[in-house]
């Protein structure tokens, strides 16, 4: 699965769009990007997926460039409840590490009044 | 529903006790996962099966043995546990090992295990 990176951690102002990047530069065609985050000492938790085309749902936006290299994960409007660890990860659709999810360190998200 | 759950929520061992980390699962998901999160990382799998009666090895399989005891039911035991083991331990299930919406994998709470 191809590593990512992401910034260790970003501060949002409340109300305010958080957009947190990450970089998969060695992404290959079959490769998803998923984004999760973990709020603290609980399970990570779902909140996107894609595979070349921008994505959104009740949570968030998912903005994949189109050479697939990068994204970034848009909350509209962030609020206390979004400071979490926030983790974008980048898996094969097939093969022997089907259903894997390799997690890095993510990006600490701290969302400030 | 209460999607994945875990028990116990806390332990602490000493050197050499073995147990065992319980998860079900009421979403009638195919495939369920144990990983192992240590102070300041990421996730690691330590294993996962991808159905019922499989098991395979994720990143991290040594000192642990599991069991997929039927659909519901995936347990995680530790034989004779090490320091090296304290770490927090969740579950995870998905419908399938697949792509897209299928393959989203729920995470329980978790398990604090602490070895002396």
């Known amino acids: 699965d191809a590593k990512t990176t992401q910034p260790p951690s970003m501060d949002c102002a409340e109300g305010r769009a958080a957009n947190l990047p990450c970089n998969h530069s060695t992404i290959s065609g079959n490769e998803y990007v998923y984004w999760y985050r973990q709020i603290h000492s609980q399970g990570p938790q779902y909140i996107i997926h894609?595979?070349?085309n921008n994505e959104t749902n009740e949570m968030a936006s998912l903005i994949i460039t189109e050479d697939r290299k990068s994204s970034t994960l848009i909350l509209p409007h962030a609020t206390l409840r979004d400071t979490a660890v926030y983790y974008c990860i980048v898996r094969a659709g097939r093969g022997s590490t089907l259903g894997r999810l390799y997690f890095g360190r993510g990006t600490q998200l701290t969302v400030w009044p | 529903n209460a999607g994945v759950t875990q028990t116990p929520k806390f332990q602490v061992l000493k050197t050499g006790q073995s147990m065992t980390l319980q998860c079900a699962q009421d979403?009638?998901?195919?495939?369920m996962y144990w990983y192992r999160q240590d102070p300041g990382m990421g996730l690691r799998l330590i294993y996962y099966s991808a159905s019922e009666g499989t098991t395979d090895k994720g990143e991290v399989p040594n000192g642990y043995n599991v069991s997929r005891l039927n659909k519901r039911e995936f347990s995680l035991r530790l034989e004779s546990a090490a320091p090296s083991q304290t770490s927090v331990y969740f579950c995870?299930?998905?419908?399938?090992?697949?792509?897209?919406?299928?393959?989203?994998?729920?995470f329980g709470p978790g398990t604090r295990l602490t070895v002396l």
């Open positions: 894609g595979l070349k």
């Open positions: 979403m009638n998901h195919n495939s």
């Open positions: 995870a299930s998905s419908r399938n090992p697949g792509t897209g919406t299928t393959d989203t994998q729920y």
